[in-house]
């Protein structure tokens, strides 16, 4: 059975720091097309980050470039997002997906 299990949100200042993880099981992450995701209040879900399976390149959404940095760590079955310079618009619920299977998503608010 496919399951991502994110974690690592929380409540933070603006332009301070936070590490996502997403743990998979079920599959393997590294042969699999995986990212990134959020959604805030209001608003769709948008792609934020992600690996590609063809090559191993990665995406960064405009916003996020600079200042995201997406992560794998192929023997612990996971990926990271780190974010640094979080910004309140930032603020969302982050989702990874792969498989076409979501976790249950970690909050980030970033509010002083």
């Known amino acids: 059975q496919v399951q991502l299990v994110e974690s690592g949100g929380g409540l933070v200042q603006p332009g301070g720091s936070l590490r996502l993880s997403c743990a998979a099981s079920g599959f393997s992450l590294d042969n699999s097309h995986i990212g990134w995701f959020r959604q805030a209040p209001g608003k769709e879900r948008e792609a934020v980050s992600c690996?590609?399976?063809?090559?191993?390149?990665?995406y960064y959404a405009d916003s996020v470039k600079g200042r995201f940095t997406i992560s794998r760590d192929n023997a612990k079955n996971t990926i990271y997002l780190q974010m640094n310079s979080l910004k309140p618009e930032d603020s969302a619920v982050y989702y990874c997906n792969a498989l076409g299977v979501w976790g249950q998503g970690t909050l980030v608010t970033v509010s002083s």
């Open positions: 690996f590609s399976r063809s090559d191993g390149s990665t």
